[in-house]
């Protein structure tokens, strides 16, 4: 009996406490429809699990949701626990589950938009045509990432918004550089105060569709610490195989990617790791030619700026040929950020001008340097004249190509090798490989055989504060070693690029579209290269490509022949052989085309 009446009592209780909550929780549900506070815990609750049902998600999901919202119901809505599961649940519901926009697969209407746009690009703009007309035969089709690779300023952002535009989606973009928590892509997890999910689905959030163009900017830039690598993350998201079940730490439900239509963009191909490149489609954009900036300029950057400024097309003209002398003398660069910014300098220099009375301004290539100062790139003619031990090299840079020249001085000694110029580790065993296979050659190319012990060497590259490195200066040095050491000057209009063995073998290189730029921007008239870099001749531009001769070689012999001076002269070298040079290899002939 005292056993019963204990458990009387307690029942009691606990029954006097279920009706002390019952009433306080009525007398909230009133208080707050009163102030118009908004709906009752037990209602919010059942508005949830209605929006839940709605979204018609897997079994799974769904079960996950309800369990989510069975647990806030039981919480007090002041509670800590009961704000993560709210914020939650707001989360999940507000991703665009099952929203899609339609594609516009008008090829016509897409063509005109990426024309107007932007000018040039024809790899892109066609590999977007390409993907509307597919989708009009396939809709389902998924699995499409684009890389672009190329210089900073050939407009590999703005495009993007465009192809957004062109194919009737969504834009989002994902800023990546710098990025080095894997929490950033996938999100933390929710039991943290203060949890959010991942830039991928905060993303799709801003989106609103489950099919939004989005733009991955700077994949190249992505940094790796303690806290995880986000490139590895990124494989989730950036494989057509995986991403229909994307996981994000804080939703912990999967999201489908697959109908995403990704595009990133990098600037150097080489720093993208290559797990991640095996999953993207790669599609290079070229540093802009002379006559391409010309046409930027006049198209979009001049109006742009104008319209930034206030000014009407009859208030400033710019003519054509103070374009053309601005391209020249005042920019010097792969993109053409620098140019839109002087443009925009002449626009203010006009703002001034109007404000002082005056109605109308022309700016002619005469003006320039009253608006902007003195030149700054003027066409250094050194480069281009014969000098004996400089010769014009090639090399590539993340923002494009740069002509890199080479030079070597000999100088009475006792056989010591000086390599200057912040050069790495690969182009000094290029120089000392360069220097190997001239003494075994010297007799051929009217060297004295002993010069390893009467004379020094110096190679430099100039601008030595700036690091070079890279497998593709072995025939530079050779050249430059040879003609310092026999006598016979280097043509000027030659540059050359490729690696040398010890045999003379000449072997390929990379990034030969942006070294062949920067001949043609220096004004070199004929470039070297090695014979297996001929199907890469393809990719250089038409343009590029009619105006510079192409010399593929297999041999050192050949890269001599077309380099060096043919007239005999005096030797640097005092015991140097006085003989003839043979020509063993056919003249240089004119342009390849693939």
Request: overall charge neutral.
């Amino acid at each position: 009996m005292q056993i019963e009446d204990d458990i009387n009592d307690k029942v009691q209780e606990q029954l006097d406490k279920n009706q002390r909550e019952y009433y306080l929780r009525e007398q909230m549900k009133i208080i707050s429809s009163e102030l118009g506070d908004g709906v009752a815990p037990e209602e919010e609750t059942q508005q949830f699990r209605d929006r839940i049902r709605a979204l018609h998600l897997s079994e799974d999901a769904e079960k996950k949701l309800l369990r989510e919202c069975d647990r806030m119901e039981r919480m007090s809505p002041q509670s800590p626990e009961g704000a993560v599961s709210r914020t939650y649940l707001e989360t999940v519901l507000s991703l665009p589950w099952n929203v899609l926009t339609k594609d516009k697969l008008d090829i016509r209407t897409a063509r005109r938009v990426l024309d107007r746009d932007h000018y040039g690009m024809q790899k892109v703009k066609e590999r977007i045509l390409e993907t509307l007309a597919v989708r009009k035969l396939s809709p389902d089709i998924q699995g499409q990432i684009l890389c672009l690779v190329g210089p900073p300023g050939v407009g590999k952002t703005s495009i993007a918004r465009s192809v957004a535009e062109a194919m009737g989606r969504k834009y989002v973009r994902i800023s990546l550089g710098g990025i080095h928590d894997e929490a950033e892509i996938r999100g933390h997890r929710k039991t943290y105060i203060g949890s959010m999910p991942g830039r991928i689905l905060s993303a799709m959030q801003t989106a609103g569709s489950s099919n939004p163009l989005m733009l991955l900017d700077e994949v190249d830039k992505l940094g790796n610490d303690y806290k995880g690598d986000p490139s590895s993350a990124l494989l989730e998201v950036l494989d057509s195989a995986q991403n229909f079940a994307f996981r994000d730490h804080y939703v912990e439900i999967p999201f489908d990617l697959s109908r995403v239509f990704f595009i990133t963009t990098a600037n150097d191909r080489s720093t993208i790791p290559q797990p991640l490149l095996d999953r993207m489609e790669v599609i290079e954009l070229p540093s802009y030619t002379h006559e391409e900036k010309f046409n930027i300029a006049k198209k979009h950057l001049l109006p742009k700026q104008l319209k930034r400024h206030g000014i009407s097309s009859k208030m400033l003209r710019v003519r054509d040929d103070a374009i053309h002398a601005l391209i020249d003398g005042y920019t010097r660069e792969s993109g053409v950020r620098t140019l839109e910014r002087e443009i925009a300098s002449i626009c203010r220099k006009a703002c001034m001008q109007f404000s002082e009375g005056v109605e109308k301004v022309t700016v002619r290539a005469d003006d320039l340097e009253t608006l902007l100062g003195p030149v700054k790139f003027k066409n250094d003619n050194l480069l281009l004249t014969d000098n004996v031990g400089v010769v014009n090299g090639l090399a590539w840079t993340s923002v494009g190509g740069e002509m890199l020249q080479v030079e070597v001085a000999v100088l009475d000694g006792t056989g010591k090798l000086e390599l200057t110029g912040s050069l790495g580790d690969v182009m000094k065993e290029s120089a000392k490989a360069a220097v190997t296979y001239v003494r075994a050659n010297a007799l051929k190319y009217g060297i004295a055989p002993d010069f390893y012990k009467t004379k020094d060497l110096h190679i430099h590259v100039p601008e030595g504060a700036v690091p070079k490195d890279g497998p593709s200066a072995g025939v530079t040095m050779t050249t430059a070693l040879v003609s310092a050491l026999s006598g016979r000057a280097v043509r000027g209009t030659v540059a050359m690029t490729g690696e040398v063995t010890l045999g003379g073998r000449v072997l390929p290189i990379g990034g030969l579209r942006e070294k062949t730029m920067a001949a043609y921007r220096a004004g070199i008239s004929t470039v070297v290269i090695p014979k297996d870099n001929e199907p890469d001749l393809y990719e250089v531009d038409p343009k590029v490509r009619d105006l510079l001769t192409f010399v593929p070689v297999c041999a050192m012999d050949a890269v001599l022949d077309t380099a060096l001076v043919p007239e005999q002269v005096v030797s640097v070298s005092e015991k140097a052989v006085t003989r003839p040079i043979p020509q063993t290899h056919k003249p240089v002939h004119r342009s390849i085309r693939s």
